[in-house]
């Protein structure tokens, strides 16, 4: 029997339909269109404005396209991941709920939490499942609502994040398709680089704490620029030297959507042409567990069966690392 491998066969995506543009951002805080996209590669971000909806809602308009588009069943899906830093609540997975309002009756659910990393880590959770026999069908939505958490006068952060969600389906392969190989790595050093102050354990909520404004994302720019350029770089070529893959041999870098500069960084680290590295930060900016599956979601027809996928991705925590994945199928 040939091994089991786990390859996506499915994509799906949402994005909110508001879209704050950077001309928007100039009304809210002291920036230009051209100092954010110099410097970021960023022109427009989803963000959704709905009262009471949050990042549950995005991920189950997200599995619901996949679901419709591929005429899936959702009672077939054996377990659903969430990847996000922005779940619904505290305590209740929010996942869960997910899964539940999907239909997905027989799964059971998981969230994944490692920044923006997250889905990233989440397909080697989903890949360690199939391989593994047990399952069939594995949901993975990576899904946020950065919105929620970002302080719209501090430009530092503001400019960079959007809302939105994408999910995969991950099921057995037998073609040696799939993942192929990872590299997943993490530092401690990042805690104080990135982060949210208030709201956890450390420091619970208090009038205290929303009076400073703590409960928003702090982003040290510089020092998270300096890692995430070495830490996703590195790992890519590592991961393609240790798979013998040469830039000719790679199809496609899907790289998480931070900063063009990172994502330009890491090409030229592997000596990729322009041509094979997908980019989309300009229309959603960072959506965090999000901006690899609307990737793969904007890009979908460009794949084709066998081609050679990196991805690449680096978060809070700080948390990094890069897969090999080999496409599994051509759109129809």
Request: hydrophobic fraction near 40%; aromatic fraction near 8%.
């Amino acid at each position: 029997m040939n091994k089991i491998t786990a390859a996506i066969t499915a994509v799906g995506a949402y994005v909110p339909d508001f879209v704050l543009s950077n001309e928007v951002l100039e009304t809210m805080v002291e920036t230009n269109d051209e100092w954010i996209t110099t410097r970021t590669g960023i022109k427009e971000r989803r963000i959704l404005k709905e009262k009471g909806k949050g990042t549950s809602y995005m991920a189950i308009k997200a599995a619901q396209n996949l679901i419709t588009k591929n005429n899936i069943n959702p009672a077939e899906i054996d377990l659903v991941i969430m990847a996000t830093t922005t779940p619904d609540m505290p305590v209740a997975a929010t996942g869960v709920f997910v899964a539940s309002q999907i239909g997905a009756v027989n799964a059971f659910s998981y969230d994944l939490q490692a920044a923006c990393s997250s889905f990233l880590f989440g397909m080697s959770n989903a890949a360690a499942y199939i391989e593994s026999g047990k399952y069939k069908k594995i949901l993975l939505i990576g899904a946020d609502k950065m919105s929620s958490i970002i302080d719209y006068t501090d430009r530092a952060t503001c400019i960079i994040f959007g809302d939105g969600a994408g999910a995969v389906l991950f099921e057995p392969n037998h073609e040696g398709l799939g993942i192929q190989d990872e590299i997943l790595k993490t530092d401690g050093i990042g805690r104080d680089y990135l982060k949210i102050d208030a709201g956890g354990s450390i420091l619970p909520a208090s009038q205290a704490t929303v009076e400073n404004r703590q409960h928003f994302v702090f982003q040290d720019g510089k020092t998270v620029f300096k890692y995430a350029v070495s830490g996703m770089a590195d790992v890519s070529e590592k991961i393609m030297q240790r798979n013998n893959l040469t830039k000719d041999d790679i199809n496609w870098l899907i790289a998480h959507q931070a900063n063009k500069r990172i994502i330009d960084a890491t090409a030229n680290r592997m000596g990729l042409d322009e041509e094979k590295v997908l980019v989309n930060i300009h229309r959603y900016g960072n959506t965090t567990s999000a901006t690899l599956p609307l990737l793969l979601s904007d890009f979908e027809s460009k794949l084709k069966k066998g081609d050679n996928l990196i991805f690449a991705a680096f978060g809070g925590g700080f948390t990094w690392g890069s897969i090999y994945l080999k496409w599994a199928y051509n759109k129809q």
